[in-house]
């Protein structure tokens, strides 16, 4: 399986920016290559359930986003560093959580992207703490 590993959380004041990366090695990344896999984004905050944040497909050409960071947040990758990376404009209070990547290799249709059992392999998350 894949390791990832998440970077860029902080402290930040609400309307500020984070960019968070997440890179990829090993498993199936090795084996079959990064831009083989579909990436997705999610989030938990303490007593909540890890949340969907956003996903790209394996080829670049698709992006979902929860409503609720649609507009603020753009998800993106970089094959040859065999990195995804959530721009997080725009941020609120309720947006604090521990960040995780996840990755799919192969194909994610449709709201398939927002389901956690769709990503075999995580990151150990990366905690952004947005203040008032």
């Known amino acids: 399986q894949a390791q990832l590993v998440e970077s860029g959380g902080g402290l930040v004041q609400a309307g500020g920016s984070l960019r968070l990366s997440c890179a990829a090695s090993?498993?199936?990344?090795?084996?079959?290559?990064?831009?083989?896999?579909?990436m997705g984004w999610f989030r938990q905050a303490p007593g909540k359930d890890r949340e969907f944040v956003a996903a790209?497909?394996?080829?670049?050409?698709?992006?979902d986003y929860a409503s609720s960071v649609e507009g603020r947040f753009t998800i993106s990758r970089d094959n040859a560093k065999n990195t995804v990376y959530l721009q997080m404009n725009s941020l609120r209070p309720e947006d604090t959580a521990v960040y995780y990547c996840?990755?799919?290799?192969?194909?994610?249709?449709?709201?398939?992207?927002?389901?956690?059992?769709?990503?075999?392999?995580w990151g150990q998350g990366t905690q952004v703490t947005v203040s008032q």
């Open positions: 790209m497909s394996r080829d670049g050409d698709h992006t």
């Open positions: 996840g990755a799919h290799l192969g194909g994610v249709s449709g709201a398939a992207y927002q389901l956690r059992s769709q990503y075999t392999d």
């Open positions: 090993g498993g199936t990344v090795s084996i079959y290559g990064f831009s083989r896999h579909a």
